[in-house]
Every structure is written in C-alpha cells, then in structure tokens.
C-alpha cells in the first residue's frame, strides 16, 4: 500500500512539472514553427514505447511499469469513435441538477493550447501536443487521430490555423474524458458533455474539411482571401477556442477546490454540444451548396434552380439556430462587441414583451413589464433564447422596423450631440417636388420629379382634444400610400393620351368607390385626388413630348420624364406650360379626375372641378399644409426640425463641422465654399433609421474632412417599397447638384456614399443619373451594401443562422417590404431591374460608373453582394478600390465607439475617403 502511494505521489509531481511548463510552449503558433518542431522518427521512439503510452523524458522504467498497472485501462475503437451517432442538445446528460449561466468571461480572440517535452529536439505540433502528461494506452489512439487530422488539413487546405485548433480541441477533449474517466468527479455531467462534445466534433470536422478545400476557388483573387465559406470557418474557429479555453480549466484545475464545475458544464454544453450539433447542419449545407450547386463557379443560386436550393433555403430558415442566441450570442466577434451586441439582445426580448403587449396598461406597467422580460433572458439566455429566435423568424416587418427606430429615439438622436464633435450646421431642409433644368454633360436635361412622400406624418397626426371632441377626420392611414401606389404605376403605364384618359377614368371610379364604401375618409379622398391630378398632367406633359419626339435634333427623352432639348424655346416654352399645371399652389384642392363625356384636347379642362365634401375650413387648411409641393422656404436657415416628413416633399439634413459661405441665408461670412460635397443616403434595411440616427459617425466625418454632409431622408417601406427610395434620392441628388451654393459647395466634387441599404441606393443613384443623362459623381463608396434583392442563397447569407442584426427573418422582411411582395412569396419571386438589385446592372451600365471603393465585411452576410459586385467591375475594367474588414458586424459605422475593432475599422474608412478626396 505504502509503494503504490509513493508511486502515485510520484506521478502527480510529474504531472504537475508538465503543468508548470505548458504554459510556456504554444503548440498554436505559426506555421514555421510548426515546421521547425518536426521530431525525427529515432526521437519519437525515445519518446514512445511500445506500449504505445507517451511519457516524459524519464528513465525509471520500473515507475513507467508500475503506472500503467495503476491506471485502469478504457479504450475505444475507430469505428466506435465514428459510428456513434450526432448527440443533440437534449440527450448530452441525464443530470437533472445541470446549472446553464451566462458565461461571465471574455475569451481572448485567439485561444492557444501548449505542450511540453524534456528531448533536446522539439515534438511536432501535428501530433498530440501534451506528451508529457501519462495517460493509458488510448491515449496513442486518440493522438494519431489528431495528427491524421492536422496532417488531413495542412496537406489538402491552406486553413492551418484552423487545422491546429481541431486537433488540439480533440486532443483535450479525449484528455479530458480520460481524465474523468478515470478520477470522476461528484457529478458525471461534464463526462456526459465531454463525450458528446467530442463525437460531435469528429463528425462536423469531416464536413468543414469538406468546405476548407474549396473556399479558394470563391476568392476574388490571391491577395483578396476572403468569401462567405471562409467566414463560415473562421466563425467556426472562433466557437472552437471558446470551448478550448474550458477544456484548457477542466484540465488544469479540476482537483482544485475552487473548480467551477457549473461553469465549465455550462460552457462545454453550449459550445461543444448544442452548438457542434447546429455546426454539423451548417457545414453540410455548405458542402452541398458547393459540390452540388456552385462548384466555384458563382456566388448565388436562385431557390428556383431546384431540389438542392430549396432543402438549403429550408435550413437557413428552420434549422436550429438556438445555441447561437443564448449566452454564446456574437461567439464569433471580439468580446466587447459580442457584449454590446447581446445588450441589443436583451433589449429586443423586453421590446418584444413590449410590442405584443396588448393588455391596457399604463405607460409605467408597461415599461415595468418590458424591463423583467429582458432580466429573464439576462439571467437564463438559454432557456429564453427560443422565444427569441420564433420572434426573429416571424418575419414581422413591423416589429423589426419598430425596433430598428430605437436608434431615432429622443436618447439615441441626442447621444451624439453629447459624444461626438459640436457642428456648426445641422440643419433640417426639405426639397420641393417640381421640375428641375439640370445642365448635364450632353446638355441640359429638364428632370420631373415623381410623386414624392406619399404619406401624411405627424403633422397629421397629433391632432388637438378639441378636433376630436369635434369628431374630426382621422389621419391618412397606411391603405392610402398602398392605393396610390398602385394609381401611380398604372397611369405612369400609359404610353399614349388616349390610353391615359382612359385610365384615369378607371382610377376614378374605383377612388369613388373607395370613399362610398367609407374605405377612404375625406381628408384622404381629397388628399389622394389631388395627388392623382398632378400627376395626370405630369404625365399628359410627358407624353406630349414624347409625340416630339418625331421632330429630330429637338426633343430626345431620356428616361421616365426627363428630356434634353436643344431648342431653348421649346425648352422655355415647356417649363412655362408644365410647371403652374403641375405644382401651382393655386391649382384647386378639389379636383377630380374626367368623366367618359369630357374631352381631351386641354390639359387643365380635362378636370371637373365638384363641390368640396369638407367645407370646413379647419379641414381645407389641412389639406393645404399636405399637398404635393411644400411651401417651406428651403433658402431659409429659420426652417425648424419637426421630426417628419412634410407631404410631398423630401426630408434632408445639412451636415458642416464649420460654416461656410451660403449655408445660411442672410448670413455673410464664413469659410470660402468647398470643393467636395459628401452626399450621404443612410441604411436601415429600406424600412426603418434616419439621417440623425448616422450622426454617430456622420459627425466625424465632418470633424475629420471639414466639408459639408448633405444627407437624405428617403421615404421607407413597406409603406414606400421600390421604385420611390431611388426616385427621391434621385431627385435629392440632382437639386444639390443645381443648388450647390445654398450647401456651402462650389459644386464641383461629389461623392455618394451609403451604408448596407444606402449601399444600394448610391450605386442605383448612380445607375439612374447614367440612364438619365445626369453627372456623374466624382465618386461613389456603397459600404457594406446589399446589392442583390432577390432571396438566393449564397456561402455569406448562411452567415443569417447566428448573426445578432442581420438574421435570416430580419434579412427576408426587408427583402419583402423593399420589393413590395410578401416574405412567403420571396423565392417565388426574380427581380432583375437594375435599380432594384445594381448587381445585376447590365455592362454598359456597370462600365461607366466613377471611380468606386466597395467596402464588406468579413462577417457579413452580405459580403457575397459585394465579392459578385466587385467580380464584375474588374471584368469591365472599372477603376475602383476593394477593402475587407474583420472582427467587426454589418453596421458596425452605427457603434463605432463600442470596441477597439470598431474604431479601428472606421479609422480604415477614413483613410478610404481621404484616399477618394486626394486623388479624385
């Protein structure tokens, strides 16, 4: 008795000198040390038996003998190791007393393992890392298994990092199970994890293998590496090394007193079970998606293309994605930001109570109840974390667009007047819809706007006690902007007169009818004619000239109402005729549309006038605040921000770190006019966000370049699906052109940039002003852009299933609320206007664009827009600048204050600009 607890004291102080010294080799380190740490196979004898038992430099082989008939030996096939099958989430322990917490701990980006030997010469880090440790006979085993698998990766991929990770998360994993094996411990829950962590893991590294051979046949280039399969790695990498860092405390501190095995349970559950499990799903998705589907060829494929697509689709949509929206939420983003954006989090879980809260409660109950839902999911994300994912997938767009519009709350607006740099002009200004003469650089070009912000915002809506006590209308409601819609493309379908006579008559009477059936109230009865008459003779004066057409080297029509005329008086003679017809104050609010019997032959006459249904003047005052034309004075610096849109008009800001000349009217002084504008369209998804919600670096920008911000407040969907985004930034663009003095802008450099959604919204901008006949920008900058609208699956859009802002339910309601279509029907469903989805811009179009920096992001779901985009400007030759970003999420501009790895990337951005701003 006595000699086996001299041998077994002998063996802990070996085991404990092998600790000592495995915190000083890295066994992760870089490939040249991995190389140059190859042990010859005369060393490895030395060092291995022929038992197969690996042991520390030691020549007391009577200690070795004596060991190994101490240490109870449990081996495992090949094939058991193989054959055993995926253990999910609910069959990894039958321990009832098992304790889930939110992991409190940070784990460093990179996560390493270490090893120790007492040979002369180093052991190789393909092998088992750890030799100086005395294990039994499975322990050789479990070694070539992990070597097989470095040696598998480094000869046939070129993801060694990865590679090192796998083997040694193995590695610890079957030290680890030995080690409990062996010396259990007062529950067997963490063996329990421990032996489904590692069969999960053998199974998922056969289909990430897989996918790690093909990720270079997606790269834009040699020195471009990068492409959703390698995001997908890289993220998978990073979920390894949270699990490695558990693995690495078990291993070290499990006899300790102070062992926290909960934690360690918690971890090895999260990381190693659940979400292996939901990794396996992924990447044999993924592997499918590239063998049977792509083949490298292209980056997208349309659920159309059959079986394969659909099944992959379905994946994306129904697969369980839980693991990756508990305490493990952001695993593969740097630990400050994977903090902030589980913050985000918790704050939907008690918006979400909130939205669905439909009990009558008062405003403190309400907030009360909101605040203890997002508590419970603090506390226990995962038990939450499947309410959470059901609401994300419910595709609800006004439950995404409500809480995307927390960044426009009175807090978040004010935050960066508090944080960011004071400016000396941050003005609200709103455009006028009416005609503009644009000098274009084939001539001049007349630009009639489209209908412009159909709806009525709040100026309509805060209506006072006594309006209601005297039953006053109700506001225009949503099915007033749906209806006009339609109106719209129907009459702006008409190629002739006489076909849209016609077709107003059709308007009409189902307008009339609308307003019988009490579907339309008189404020929007009133409103919508009026709206509906303008645009009627809009497009009786197109088609006026469109008949001129005829007359060759008068009239050239360039696109949808734009012209270039080289007759100045016919040009002169247009704009006296069209203008008062069209956009007059005086023009009558009561207007309706022509009767069968009336004839066509005059422009204005083709209208009976009827008698007002609201004669009150309290309603007609109403009507003259919201009808199409705004009567703001833009010049104006008096003009104040009500916090919306007026009725037929655009919203801008003007943005200037310091005055400059003409920015304020009446104003002299100030610094001379600028050489660049920055004309900035901000993101949102199509469907929600502000100008002043993208203050938060917008500020920066005008501290860092000094050159006005003029950015635009595009009308949303779904209530504005396409075309109207691009019609107005459009029609915002080519006044700033026109009215550059009133910006502080000399109006010769523009760039237009944009991010995610206005990442579209520039390049289409840009795509309509070739079409139109309008200059060019200098230069355009989309960031981080969603460039393909159509529902296609792609290697970065698998990225949806664990990304924390852009997921796969908040992906497909703005695809659905920007195409106007229902999310149920978005793979049904091929878009392939331009403007919609630039990527798909034909080369004539492409290959005239200005000079473009496209900036992705690695771990955006939307980096494979960016990669097709930026695959086909290099095809055509298209000057243009390319640059990836790591570690950070889509939309990181928005918290660029948040982490090192923000600031880092904006810092990157600004030198893209400067970049643009010296050598345009």
């Not at 099958?85 to 098992?98: A, F, G, R, V």
Request: net charge negative.
């Amino acid at each position: 008795m006595e000699e086996e607890n001299r041998i077994e004291a002998q063996v802990e102080n070996i085991v404990v000198d092998a600790k000592d010294e495995l915190d000083d080799v890295d066994i992760m380190g870089k490939e040249e040390e991995v190389e140059s740490a190859k042990t010859t196979e005369a060393e490895m004898d030395d060092i291995v038996d022929d038992g197969g038992v690996a042991v520390v430099d030691n020549n007391d082989k009577e200690l070795e003998e004596q060991t190994k008939s101490l240490i109870k030996e449990e081996t495992l096939t090949e094939e058991e190791f193989v054959s055993e099958p995926m253990l999910s989430h609910s069959q990894n322990s039958n321990d009832n007393n098992t304790i889930q917490t939110s992991s409190s701990s940070n784990v460093a980006a990179t996560t390493t393992i270490t090893s120790t030997t007492r040979t002369s010469a180093p052991i190789s880090t393909s092998v088992a890392p750890d030799l100086s440790t005395i294990v039994s006979e499975p322990f050789f085993m479990k070694n070539e298994r992990s070597k097989e698998i470095f040696e598998r990766w480094r000869n046939e991929t070129a993801h060694l990092s990865i590679a090192r990770t796998i083997a040694s998360t193995i590695f610890l994993l079957q030290e680890n199970i030995h080690s409990f094996t062996v010396r259990p411990i007062r529950s067997n829950k963490i063996l329990v994890a421990l032996e489904s962590s590692f069969l999960n893991l053998v199974k998922t590294e056969t289909q990430a293998f897989d996918v790690a051979k093909s990720t270079h046949q997606y790269d834009l280039a040699p020195e471009l590496p990068y492409n959703g399969f390698r995001s997908l790695l890289k993220a998978f990498q990073q979920s390894l090394e949270k699990m490695h860092e558990a693995l690495v405390e078990c291993k070290g501190s499990k006899d300790s007193l102070f062992f926290n095995a909960d934690g360690v349970h918690s971890t090895l559950d999260n990381y190693g079970v659940s979400m292996l499990s939901a990794w396996w799903v992924i990447f044999t998705s993924a592997s499918r998606l590239h063998n049977e589907v792509l083949m490298g060829k292209r980056y997208f494929s349309k659920p159309s293309e059959g079986k394969i697509s659909q099944d992959i689709l379905r994946v994306s949509r129904f697969a369980d994605v839980t693991p990756f929206y508990g305490s493990c939420a952001a695993f593969h983003l740097p630990d400050v930001i994977a903090s902030t954006m589980r913050v985000i989090l918790i704050a939907m879980c008690g918006f979400k109570s909130q939205f669905h809260n439909v009990k009558k409660q008062n405003f403190v109950m309400k907030n009360v109840t909101s605040a203890l839902e997002a508590v419970k999911y603090a506390i226990n994300p995962e038990d939450h974390s499947h309410q959470l994912v059901a609401q994300l997938r419910a595709r609800s767009i006004p439950f995404v667009k409500a809480f995307w519009n927390l960044t426009d709350s009175t807090f978040a607006r004010n935050m960066p007047k508090m944080t960011g740099p004071s400016l000396q002009i941050n003005s609200v200004r709103y455009i006028k819809a009416q005609c503009l003469i644009h000098q274009g650089p084939y001539g001049p070009v007349t630009v009639i706007p489209d209908v412009v912000s159909d709806l009525l915002y709040k100026n309509l809506q805060q209506r006072t006690d006594e309006e209601k006590e005297a039953g006053e209308e109700e506001p225009l409601k949503s099915f007033y902007s749906t209806i006009l819609f339609g109106y719209v493309q129907k009459l702006e379908a008409c190629t002739t007169k006489e076909k849209l006579k016609q077709q107003s008559i059709v308007v009409k009477k189902e307008v009339d009818a609308f307003r019988k059936q009490h579907a339309l109230t008189s404020v929007e009865y009133e409103t919508l004619s009026r709206t509906l008459f303008y645009l009627h003779n809009s497009m009786s004066k197109y088609l006026k000239l469109k008949a001129l057409q005829a007359q060759p080297g008068d009239i050239t029509i360039i696109g949808n109402g734009s012209t270039t005329m080289k007759s100045s008086t016919q040009r002169n003679e247009f704009i006296r005729e069209a203008s008062p017809s069209i956009f007059s104050n005086a023009t009558s609010p009561t207007t309706s549309f022509p009767n069968q019997s009336q004839s066509s032959t005059s422009s204005t006459s083709e209208f009976e006038e009827d008698t007002p249904n609201l004669a009150e003047a309290k309603v007609l005052g109403r009507l003259q605040r919201v009808r199409l034309g705004s009567t703001v004075d833009l010049s104006s610096s008096s003009v104040e921000e009500v916090g919306a849109t007026r009725f037929g008009s655009i919203k801008t800001r003007l943005i200037s770190y310091k005055r400059r000349e003409g920015q304020v009217e009446g104003k002299q002084g100030g610094l001379p006019k600028s050489d660049w504008l920055i004309f900035h369209i901000h993101g949102g998804g199509f469907i929600a966000n502000s100008s002043q919600s993208h203050e938060v670096y917008l500020r920066s920008w005008a501290k860092s370049f000094e050159y006005p911000i003029f950015s635009i407040d595009y009308a949303l969907a779904p209530e504005h699906p396409y075309p109207r985004p691009v019609q107005e930034c459009f029609f915002a663009y080519v006044w700033a052109l026109n009215n550059a003095e009133t910006l502080g802008w000399t109006g010769e450099k523009v760039l237009v940039t944009g991010d995610s959604a206005g990442g579209n919204l520039t390049v289409a901008l840009t795509l309509r002003c070739i079409v139109e006949g309008i200059r060019l920008p200098t230069a355009i900058m989309p960031i981080y852009p969603a460039l393909n609208i159509n529902m296609e699956i792609s290697p970065s859009r698998m990225l949806t299933m664990f990304d924390v802002l852009l997921c796969q339910g908040a992906l497909e309601t703005c695809l659905a609320a920007y195409s106007n279509q229902s999310v149920d029907s978005l793979d049904k469903v091929e878009h392939t206007e331009m403007l919609m989805c630039p990527v798909l811009a034909p080369d004539d179009f492409l290959k005239k664009l200005p000079f473009t920096t496209v900036v992705a992001l690695a771990f955006d779901p939307l980096l494979d827009d960016s990669l097709e985009f930026v695959k086909r400007l290099r095809e055509l030759n298209v000057a243009h600048n390319f640059q990836v970003l790591d570690d950070v999420p889509h939309g990181f501009l928005n918290f660029k204050d948040v982490a090192r790895e923000t600031v880092a990337a904006h810092k990157v951005v600004l030198k893209l600009l400067k970049n643009i701003f010296d050598s345009c």
